[in-house]
Structures are given as structure tokens and as C-alpha cells.
């Protein structure tokens, strides 16, 4: 009888393969593009670029503004294999299969891992266009039952209990701050809430997660951090903060998708430079 592991173990061994033989690199970092910010793979020197679609079981991506692909190669001195675009919960996939990219990061012998989102923010401080640097999360969806480490756990790989108390590691936040500071660029510190969506948050959720000490809301990330933990991958978070959450409306306040993706596009050269000055370093 064939096991849950086993299964895994097969799956992952096979998306392994296929990206073993159609690259040239062994990536050290990983580094997750979400909405808006996938013109950052662009600048990937020499890339070997594998379509979503050439990896067995990897989840496929169906929103706008996420390319679905793999973009592996040369960034600032550093070898990084870069997912250009996610999948979501939201989309209908199961957290194992929103996480599977991780796993298999972890198994091409990936340690340190860059997430990077598209938030809407909560703090009253933030504006859009603003970058935030995640010190912690509230995994709303998580606590609601849906973790990805749900079933059975593979002690090769983790604890069944992993600790989360620094799941954003405290001398990768450092160096980002550090290099923030030295390219004169203003970085927030703040707590991610992650939600399901796909629906914006009403005013009322806002005011709730304002109230509960969050900064930032989106709808990807957190799950992939866990996964990444639980396998001590070191992690390293950034939010893009692409819209003004409305947490008191007027007739005419709206949020769409699409003023995410612009103010996603305009942010790139900031967070680019960022990601240029932690590079090296790592």
C-alpha cells in the first residue's frame, strides 16, 4: 500500500526532475513575485525560463498579472530561481497545492526564501507606493482550519510543531532595513494579515484588522512562510502596498484589481533596487 509520503515523495522527485533538466543553474534563493511585480524577473541575467505548464504538478496560475513561470539565472552575483506569479487559495487549490513551489524550492536545495506581495494598507501611515517589510502575519485562513501542514507530517523534512515565533528572520529584516536606509529608501515595518478573498475586504473587516493590529491585508503569502519555516528555510517579506484600504467609505471609493497591478508596475523600480542592495550581502 502506497502512503501519503509516498505519494509526495514521488510528486516532488518528478517536478524536481523536470526543472533539473531544462536549467543549467543550482538556485540558492528563491524569490515569490506576486501581483504587478513580475517585470522584476526581467532583470534575471542568462535566464533559463520554464513555463508553469512544462512542470508536472505545479499550480498553474489564472490571475492577471501573474506570468506562470519559472525565471532561473543570475541576479546581482547571486544564482535565484524566481516564481513569476503564484497560485491561490482563492483560485480553488488546496493549501498543499498553494505551497507545492516551496517544497520544491526546498528539495532543489533552496535555503533562503524572498516572498513579495501586493497588499492593500491598513495603516493609516502607509500610502500606495509604499513598501513594507513583514515582521509577523495573522493567518486568518490558517486559523480558520485551512493550514497548509494539515495531514500528515514528514519529519524528514519538519517538526509536526514548527515554531513561528520568528517567521520572518530577524538578521534578513536587519540587512533590509540597513539597506533601506543607506539607498535612502523609506521602508515600513508591519504585521501582513492574510485573508481567502477573492473579494475585497468590506470597510467593517478593515476596522476589525486595523483593531487587531494589522498593517497590510492580502491574499497570498503567509501559506508559503509556513511551509518555508517548517522546513528551516530562512525567509525574507515584503509588501508592495498597492492601495489605501477604505476603512471608512465615501459613495464614490472603489478598489479593483486593476489599480493593484498599476501601482504594483510603478513600485518595481523601488523594490528592485532594494532587492539589488540585499542580494549581495546574502
Keep these: 500500500m502506497i502512503s501519503m509520503t509516498d505519494t509526495t515523495d514521488i510528486t516532488?522527485?518528478?517536478?524536481?526532475?523536470?526543472?533539473?533538466?531544462?536549467?543549467?543553474?543550482?538556485?540558492?534563493?528563491?524569490l515569490v513575485l506576486g501581483s504587478g511585480?513580475?517585470?522584476?524577473?526581467?532583470?534575471?541575467?542568462?535566464?533559463?525560463?520554464?513555463?508553469?505548464?512544462?512542470?508536472?504538478?505545479?499550480?498553474a496560475s489564472?490571475?492577471?498579472?501573474?506570468?506562470?513561470?519559472?525565471?532561473?539565472?543570475?541576479?546581482?552575483?547571486?544564482?535565484?530561481?524566481?516564481?513569476q506569479g503564484r497560485a491561490h487559495f482563492y483560485e480553488g487549490y488546496t493549501p498543499a497545492q498553494v505551497v507545492?513551489?516551496?517544497?520544491?524550492?526546498?528539495?532543489?536545495?533552496?535555503?533562503?526564501?524572498?516572498?513579495t506581495n501586493a497588499a492593500g494598507g491598513i495603516n493609516r501611515n502607509f500610502s500606495p507606493g509604499d513598501l513594507?517589510?513583514?515582521?509577523d502575519h495573522l493567518n486568518f485562513v490558517g486559523i480558520a482550519g485551512n493550514n497548509p501542514l494539515r495531514g500528515p507530517n514528514d519529519e524528514r523534512i519538519g517538526p509536526r510543531f514548527p515554531d513561528m515565533t520568528q517567521a520572518y528572520d530577524p538578521a534578513l529584516r536587519k540587512l533590509a532595513l540597513e539597506t533601506a536606509v543607506a539607498q535612502g529608501l523609506t521602508l515600513h515595518e508591519g504585521v501582513y494579515a492574510y485573508v481567502a478573498g477573492p473579494s475585497?475586504?468590506?470597510?467593517?473587516?478593515?476596522?476589525?484588522?486595523?483593531?487587531?493590529?494589522?498593517?497590510?491585508?492580502?491574499?497570498?503569502?503567509?501559506?508559503?512562510v509556513i511551509v518555508a519555516r517548517h522546513a528551516g528555510m530562512r525567509v525574507l517579506g515584503i509588501s508592495?502596498?498597492?492601495?489605501?484600504?477604505?476603512?471608512?467609505?465615501?459613495?464614490?471609493?472603489?478598489?479593483?484589481?486593476?489599480?493593484?497591478?498599476?501601482?504594483?508596475?510603478l513600485i518595481v523600480p523601488r523594490l528592485t533596487q532594494l532587492l539589488y542592495g540585499i542580494l549581495p550581502q546574502l
Design 12 to 30: 516532488l522527485a518528478t517536478a524536481v526532475s523536470a526543472i533539473r533538466e531544462q536549467t543549467q543553474y543550482t538556485p540558492l534563493i528563491g
Design 37 to 59: 511585480l513580475s517585470g522584476l524577473a526581467d532583470a534575471v541575467e542568462n535566464p533559463d525560463i520554464i513555463p508553469y505548464a512544462d512542470i508536472p504538478h505545479w499550480p
Design 62 to 83: 489564472t490571475v492577471v498579472g501573474h506570468s506562470g513561470r519559472l525565471v532561473i539565472g543570475q541576479l546581482e552575483g547571486q544564482t535565484v530561481l524566481v516564481q
Design 100 to 115: 507545492f513551489p516551496v517544497r520544491v524550492m526546498h528539495a532543489l536545495g533552496i535555503q533562503t526564501l524572498i516572498v
Design 132 to 135: 513594507m517589510l513583514i515582521k
Design 200 to 224: 475585497f475586504e468590506t470597510p467593517a473587516e478593515l476596522r476589525f484588522l486595523h483593531a487587531v493590529g494589522a498593517d497590510a491585508v492580502g491574499m497570498s503569502t503567509v501559506p508559503s
Design 240 to 265: 508592495s502596498i498597492t492601495n489605501k484600504a477604505i476603512l471608512d467609505p465615501t459613495p464614490e471609493a472603489v478598489v479593483s484589481h486593476e489599480e493593484v497591478l498599476e501601482t504594483g508596475r
